[in-house]
Each structure stands twice: as structure tokens, then as C-alpha cells.
């Protein structure tokens, strides 16, 4: 994690390593954190996680994004200004800053599945 004028920027992974799972994490942020405000997604085979992923996410049982969201939309391409390549999603109460992601990994024609990581950014901002 690192601060920037109050601002936290944490990395969590899920390893997919079996066609067609459904992978769930449960993560725990910065103790600091208030809010969270924004969440990106990458991955190591990011073609994978374009075209095969999906996924359910929630800030302590606060839905976010709903089962079978697809992947893409949660990700940007370098053709994406770096200040700009988060979803923001407002600003959500962190409360006991539990984190859950299912992730679901999908047949696709387009990208044929290897073992991959997919690596959630939650961008949160600190306690004035």
C-alpha cells in the first residue's frame, strides 16, 4: 500500500488456476482507510481476464458489482490517461474494511485458458 496526500492504494490476487473456476477472496484493507472510492483490475495474461472473467464484487456486503460483471469493464488500456484508469464507485463507507471478489473464469474462443493472476486495485482515501 502507499499514500499520496491521503490517499491508500492497495493490491490483492486471485491465481486462477483451473478452466472454469469460481475463485472467492476476501481481503482486508488499510486500517486507515475511510472510504473507498475507486477499483481497477489487471492481470498477468490481461487477455485472459478480458475475455474470460468475470465477477462479483462487495465492500463489506455492500454489492459494488454484481455477479457475471464482465472483467473488461473494469479495466483500461495504456491509451487511458494513469489518472483516469480507476472505476470510482463514490464513496463507500470502508466500515470493517472486508473486501470480497468471486471470480469466475469462462469458456472463451477468443483466449485459450492458462494458469493467470488477476490483480485487484481498491483505491481508498484516509481518516482527515
Known sequence: MSYKHNIIKERFELEITTEGEVKKGE?????????VYGIALTSNFEELLYYRGSQKIQ???QELFPENFESKLLMSGLSVAPNQRVVKVGLIDSGNGKVEVWYKDTESDKAAFEAYTVSIYIFSKTRS
Open 27 to 35: 481481503f482486508q484493507l488499510d486500517s486507515n482507510a475511510d472510504v
Open 59 to 61: 465492500v463489506n456486503d
